[in-house]
């Protein structure tokens, strides 16, 4: 008896609780963690070509190309691009950049009919938000 009337009270309890469930996505998720792993994201304008987030990327999937774009600290004007298909979402090309010009970002919603998954330097430094505003 006890243990029925300890069940019904938690069933009790969580009947006037705020629901948790989100209709996404018709509603935006409203959580991010600060340390949450999305879509990685360069930014063109700091970024001094040092190579250092494709040789630590464990699978290759962050390389470097040359980009005709000239910042004034990329003397050799090449940037990092990222094939998100392979990428694993480590996070260890941000943490080996030293002008924290290499990040991920908070996107994670990257379904697309267009299967090149290779981001390079100009798809990269950019949101999914502005991609498919011109896409
Ligand atoms: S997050 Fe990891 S796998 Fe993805 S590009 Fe950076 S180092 Fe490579
Ligand atoms: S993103 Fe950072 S680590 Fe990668 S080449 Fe640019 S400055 Fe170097």
């Not at 996070?91 to 030293?98: A, D, M, N």
């Amino acid at each position: 008896m006890k243990g029925i009337l300890k069940g019904m009270l938690q069933v009790i309890k969580h009947l006037f609780r705020k629901p948790v469930t989100v209709q996404y996505p018709e509603e935006p998720i409203p959580w991010h963690t600060k340390r949450f792993r999305g879509r990685v994201i360069l930014n063109l304008d700091t970024c001094i070509g040092c190579t250092l987030c494709s040789q630590i990327c464990p699978n290759h999937a962050d390389h470097m190309v040359y980009y005709d774009y000239d910042n004034g600290k990329n003397k050799r004007k090449i940037y990092p691009a990222v094939n998100i298909g392979v990428c694993t979402y480590c996070g260890l090309c941000q943490e080996v950049c030293p002008t924290g010009s290499i990040r991920l970002s908070n996107e994670f919603e990257l379904a697309y009919y267009n299967k090149d998954l290779d981001y390079l330097p100009d798809r990269l430094s950019r949101s999914e938000k502005e991609l498919m505003r011109h896409d």
